[in-house]
């Protein structure tokens, strides 16, 4: 079964400086998708990033940009010039294909990562 | 675009009372629909999921359960609910070409 992995349950960084939040997968599969999502306050799941396996090269949207090693079955997500709205939980989730069922998948969480931005 | 309305945004339970949460999508047909559960700083839980109506998959042993009597309605129910059963329940939606889209959630709290 696929799990995956954030060993952070929280970080802060200061306001404008640049932060990496870490995510470990464990999967047999080739082909998959991994994203990163945001929860505010608010508690409403909000998508960050995303990352197609098949894809050499690192997503990047605005100032997030992930680091995606798959050899190392590693995603990890790099917040450039910290803003005090990014302070959320940070939570990296792995697209799973549901066994026996053509076309259905399904996400798997991580722990998530509370992240603090400090003025 | 793909729209999940969810409610309700709270609700306080007694012990052994009933429950019933509603999820319905807007703007997507036949979409794979997920419920979610989330307790207090921890991850999102998967608990049911649902490929079409009527066709329901659980991935945990619990005290719920889940319908899907339309195809862009999905409902997490139960006949009488435990303290173990608080938690932010989180309604989901997923479509190849849309991706996912989450409900607002609802924060159950069992007393």
């Known amino acids: 079964a696929q799990t995956v992995t954030q060993s952070q349950p929280e970080m802060s960084v200061q306001e404008a400086e640049t932060v990496t939040l870490s995510c470990t997968y464990d999967?047999?599969?080739?082909?998959?998708?991994l994203f990163w999502y945001k929860q505010p306050p608010s508690r409403q799941m909000i998508l960050v990033i995303r990352?197609?396996?098949?894809?050499?090269q690192n997503a990047t949207e605005n100032r997030f940009s992930v680091n995606f090693q798959k050899a190392a079955k590693s995603f990890s997500l790099k917040i450039s010039d910290s803003q005090l709205g990014d302070a959320a939980m940070y939570f990296c989730a792995y697209r799973s294909a549901i066994p026996g069922i053509q076309g259905a998948q399904k996400l798997v969480f991580g722990q998530g990562t509370r992240l603090t931005i400090n003025p | 675009s793909q729209t999940i309305h969810q409610w309700p945004a709270t609700l306080v339970q007694p012990v052994g009372s009933p429950l019933s949460l509603e999820c319905t999508v807007e703007g997507t047909s036949n979409p794979n629909l997920y419920w979610y559960r989330q307790a207090a700083g921890r991850g999102l839980q998967l608990l049911f999921y649902?490929?079409?109506?009527?066709?329901i998959s659980s991935e945990v042993p619990q005290n719920l359960s889940a319908s899907r009597p339309q195809d862009r309605q999905f409902i997490l129910s139960s006949k009488k609910l435990l303290l173990s059963d608080s938690g932010f329940y989180l309604c989901?939606?997923?479509?190849?070409?849309?991706?996912?889209?989450f409900g607002s959630g609802t924060r159950l709290t069992v007393v």
């Open positions: 999967t047999s599969e080739s082909d998959y998708y």
């Open positions: 990352q197609e396996a098949y894809k050499q």
């Open positions: 989901a939606a997923a479509q190849a070409i849309r991706g996912y889209t």
């Open positions: 649902s490929v079409g109506i009527g066709q």
